[in-house]
């Protein structure tokens, strides 16, 4: 940490002024309206993607992009994001705030406009406005999120004053109104908190690591920016600071890594509107990673930024090498690739227009950056290593011994060409081919052992499906150098069978013999670590496979739904339940309090409601469900109820006269007491609940009102809220039925769904015989399979590193955090 922190004074330009800074007051004439909100609710996916998790959190990183492009400007220093219990979330910064005058055109507040009109920003004016740089270009992200809640509350601190503005279900409540003077007249910032909508999303609860692998980033890419991250639901917390910027970036990459030089390279350069900053320090890994961003939005593919750093690397090194005679005696000729070879670089450029490649975002078109890119980070690399010879050389040294690692694999692959072991023509022994000849037909089965392997050449389609059993587990190549991995007959095989080639210089894709190659291992301990080995060698030696959606993971079925001759096999519980419910209700005509609904809404209800009940009842180990489910839909008490012992002791009162008339229904007998503590005054509600077989003891105190298990309640409760004690009528042709609940109509859908069927559970692909291996697992028809993606190219290298990589001590850190969270383990 020393270390980071000298470089980081000894590379810090004080006078070096961004180019994204402006010096322009930020008011409501310089929100200029390319056009009017369209109904975002209807058509989320548009907007966010999808109404999943990856949605939920986008909507916490539109806020928060907000807010750092104020700090891009220069007018922006920490940022603050609560999650709150109720899965609420309120960002604050100490911008320039959101105006709060009236628009010269619209008549309504800055503020207002920037929260109910898409295209509607700061970031559209000819002259630049209020930004000069801007990762949000299209001015929807914060008229996205408001739509998208179910409230938005904002306070802005601006001119002398703290002015409040409400929305609900994204239209205002109200004008903006002034609530304080300020006791700073010259203090200003924003304050947002929102709810995301339970009706439209899908997922309810924010993921802190998701959130903080995000804020960590950002925090890196803009040094000096204070970022904090807090979570009510269990107390954690956490600083995102960091003075030495993308060079501490670096060093958090390679925490897992040997680093051949200590000492971060860093260099910032400006030019006319452009702006480069790098990062790079090379490791004694056999692996390159180059992350790069353009106005700090990630660049997973690269682009004309990327191009100009490798080109000017390969050329200032290659330079450097022969004016210092560092290749006396070498025969080989170095590439960039050679002296790429353990690299790990961030590259960050900022620029008035950048242009996308694809609506990703994710690689940089720009043409006229690559030359300035190659200008800025070739003076600068330059002079560098005139500065520091020592770093130069053990560069050199390391892509040297590359050159030659590069050469003996060389030499290996002619070797193992000589004997056909690695041609295109020749296949391992094991393997069964299928009779297809064209790719795009063709499949490929990895599977785990001679003994599964059997099976599925047995029950395979020999028309279009290969298979490939592998022995044991292979090699781990990420601790393994290229030479040794051809070394291994495991690998050599796969290798044989793709029949790409592997390596830069022999890869060639368009020779792959199969398009769906499908890693089939078992569900257990051995098996995932049999498949994690498989990804590791497609990530590092065959990432095009991957990244054109060749690789497939197989995924057995747990359920065969079968009700006269016909017959379905089902991935999980939650598409067995899709799938009952379905049943139930098509061709249906089905109405809530007299008015109809689609089938579709009545299946998205159904599902909210089991989500529920599945809630409630994974929580009755520790509580009661009975209790849990009366609190949560009565909300009569909440945390900050427990300061006043009368309240505590209402609420006692009223459980217990619900519960008492139950007791001999259902065999259960309640003892609720409202304690106070003499010296906190702080109250709670000891528990006592008896049944024939056990007594539960528990209290329900601040912190459990508090907890993530009380807020997961509360969010599934609050989806279905509206519609738990509604009429609803199923009118079918064979019958009608009616229900006075949600809960009630849920259960018998489901019920009604199951009449008739016989359904059947599978334990797994180690107990199937053949016929069974095809219809569960191979059967196109019947299977499923798991495409392999990279969502995050950084935090996939990440993963890879820590877990297969050499240094135990990350590895084990990472460990203790997440075990917690597994779940589902056959071991």
């Given amino acids: 940490m020393e270390e980071n922190k000298e470089h980081s004074k000894d590379h810090k330009d004080e006078a070096h002024e961004s180019i994204s800074k402006v010096s322009?007051?930020?008011?409501?004439?310089?929100?200029?309206?390319?056009?009017?909100?369209?109904?975002?609710?209807?058509?989320?996916?548009?907007?966010?993607?999808?109404?999943?998790?990856?949605?939920?959190?986008?909507?916490?990183?539109?806020?928060?992009?907000?807010?750092?492009?104020?700090?891009?400007?220069?007018?922006?220093?920490?940022?603050?994001?609560?999650?709150?219990?109720?899965?609420?979330?309120?960002?604050?910064?100490?911008?320039?705030?959101?105006?709060?005058?009236?628009?010269?055109?619209?008549?309504?507040?800055?503020?207002?406009?920037?929260?109910?009109?898409?295209?509607?920003?700061?970031?559209?004016?000819?002259?630049?406005?209020?930004?000069?740089?801007?990762?949000?270009?299209?001015?929807?992200?914060?008229?996205?999120?408001?739509?998208?809640?179910?409230?938005?509350?904002?306070?802005?601190?601006?001119?002398?004053?703290?002015?409040?503005?409400?929305?609900?279900?994204?239209?205002?409540?109200?004008?903006?109104?002034?609530?304080?003077?300020?006791?700073?007249?010259?203090?200003?910032?924003?304050?947002?908190?929102?709810k995301p909508d339970n009706e439209i999303f899908e997922f309810h609860e924010f993921n802190y690591d998701t959130l903080a692998n995000r804020f960590r980033e950002m925090a890196f890419l803009n040094r000096g920016l204070k970022i904090s991250l807090k979570d009510e639901r269990n107390d954690?917390?956490?600083?995102?600071?960091?003075?030495?910027?993308?060079?501490?970036?670096?060093?958090?990459?390679?925490?897992?890594?040997?680093?051949?030089?200590?000492?971060?390279?860093?260099?910032?350069?400006?030019?006319?509107?452009?702006?480069?900053?790098?990062?790079?320090?090379?490791?004694?890994?056999?692996n390159e990673v180059i992350t790069s961003y353009a106005n700090n939005i990630s660049t997973p593919e690269g682009g004309t930024h990327v191009s100009g750093f490798k080109t000017a690397l390969t050329r200032v090194l290659n330079n450097y090498a022969k004016d210092n005679n560092l290749l006396k005696n070498i025969k080989i000729a170095l590439t960039g690739d050679d002296m790429r070879e353990g690299l790990t670089a961030v590259v960050s450029v900022k620029l008035k227009e950048p242009q996308f490649e694809g609506q990703t975002k994710s690689k940089l078109g720009n043409s006229e950056v690559e030359g300035i890119v190659n200008s800025l980070v070739g003076e600068s690399f330059k002079q560098y290593l005139e500065e520091n010879p020592e770093i130069g050389k053990a560069v050199i040294k390391k892509s040297v011994d590359a050159a030659a690692a590069r050469e003996a694999a060389r030499r290996a692959r002619e070797l193992t060409r000589r004997k056909n072991v690695l041609e295109f023509s020749g296949l391992p022994g094991k393997m069964a081919d299928c009779q297809e000849s064209d790719p795009a037909q063709c499949e490929l089965y990895i599977v785990e052992g001679d003994s599964a392997g059997g099976s599925a050449k047995q029950g395979r389609d020999r028309r279009v499906q290969a298979v490939l059993p592998l022995k044991g587990k292979i090699l781990n190549v990420e601790k393994a150098r290229y030479e040794k991995m051809l070394a291994s007959e495991e690998i050599k095989n796969l290798i044989q069978a793709f029949g790409t080639g592997v390596g830069k210089e022999t890869f060639n894709i368009a020779k792959l013999r199969y398009h769906k190659i499908v890693i089939m291992t078992d569900a257990d301990v051995d098996g995932s670590h049999i498949r994690t080995l498989i990804l590791t060698l497609l990530y590092r030696q065959f990432p095009q496979l991957i990244e054109q959606g060749y690789i497939y993971i197989a995924q057995p079925p747990l359920y065969k739904y079968k009700k006269g001759k016909m017959e379905t096999y089902l991935k999980d519980d939650k598409r067995l339940e899709e799938y009952l419910v379905n049943n139930a209700t098509q061709d249906s005509k089905i109405t809530i309090d007299g008015e109809l609904i689609t089938g579709e809404a009545a299946k998205l209800l159904i599902n909210k409601e089991s989500l529920y009940r599945k809630t409630l009842s994974y929580y009755d180990t520790h509580y009661d469900t009975d209790l849990l489910k009366k609190l949560v839909e009565d909300a009569d008490l909440r945390p900050d109820d427990l300061t006043n012992f009368s309240k505590v002791e209402a609420a006692a009162k009223k459980l217990t006269d619900y519960f008492k008339p139950l007791e001999n229904q259902t065999l259960k007998f309640y003892s609720i007491v409202a304690e106070e503590d003499v010296d906190t005054k702080i109250s709670s509600l000891r528990l006592v609940i008896k049944t024939a077989s056990r007594t539960k003891k528990f209290k329900i105190s601040a912190n459990f009102l508090r907890s993530p298990e009380y807020a997961d309640l509360v969010n599934s409760f609050d989806g279905i809220k509206k519609y738990a004690k509604a009429a609803f009528k199923i009118e079918r042709e064979k019958d009608t039925r009616e229900f006075t609940s949600l809960t009630e109509f849920s259960e018998f859908v489901i019920q009604d769904g199951k009449q008739g069927a016989y359904i059947q559970r599978y334990k797994g692909l180690g107990e199937m015989n053949p016929e069974q291996l095809w219809e569960t697992t191979m059967n196109p028809q019947n299977r499923t399979l798991l495409q392999v993606k990279i969502e995050d190219t950084l935090e996939a290298d990440q993963v890879f590193t820590v877990l297969m990589g050499d240094q135990v001590e990350p590895r084990r850190k990472f460990v203790e955090e997440n075990a917690l969270n597994a779940r589902n383990l056959d071991v």
Avoid at 92 to 117: C, F, M, Q, W
């Fill in 236 to 286: 954690k917390g956490e600083l995102f600071y960091f003075e030495g910027g993308i060079s501490e970036f670096v060093n958090y990459l390679n925490r897992a890594k040997s680093a051949i030089h200590k000492k971060v390279i860093y260099f910032i350069q400006t030019k006319d509107d452009y702006e480069a900053e790098v990062a790079l320090q090379w490791t004694d890994s056999y």
């Fill in 24 to 194: 322009t007051e930020y008011g409501s004439s310089q929100i200029k309206i390319l056009e009017g909100l369209d109904a975002v609710r209807k058509r989320p996916g548009m907007y966010i993607g999808d109404t999943g998790m990856r949605g939920l959190h986008h909507c916490v990183y539109e806020i928060v992009d907000n807010s750092v492009d104020e700090a891009l400007a220069g007018y922006c220093t920490f940022i603050d994001v609560t999650i709150h219990i109720d899965n609420s979330v309120t960002v604050v910064d100490n911008g320039r705030g959101i105006p709060t005058d009236i628009h010269p055109t619209e008549g309504v507040s800055g503020a207002e406009l920037a929260y109910t009109k898409l295209h509607a920003g700061g970031k559209f004016n000819e002259d630049g406005g209020a930004y000069k740089v801007s990762g949000g270009l299209h001015g929807v992200g914060a008229a996205v999120v408001n739509a998208l809640s179910k409230w938005v509350k904002l306070e802005i601190k601006k001119y002398g004053k703290l002015h409040e503005l409400n929305f609900d279900h994204g239209k205002a409540t109200a004008v903006i109104k002034e609530i304080g003077t300020l006791e700073n007249p010259k203090e200003t910032g924003t304050k947002v908190t929102f």
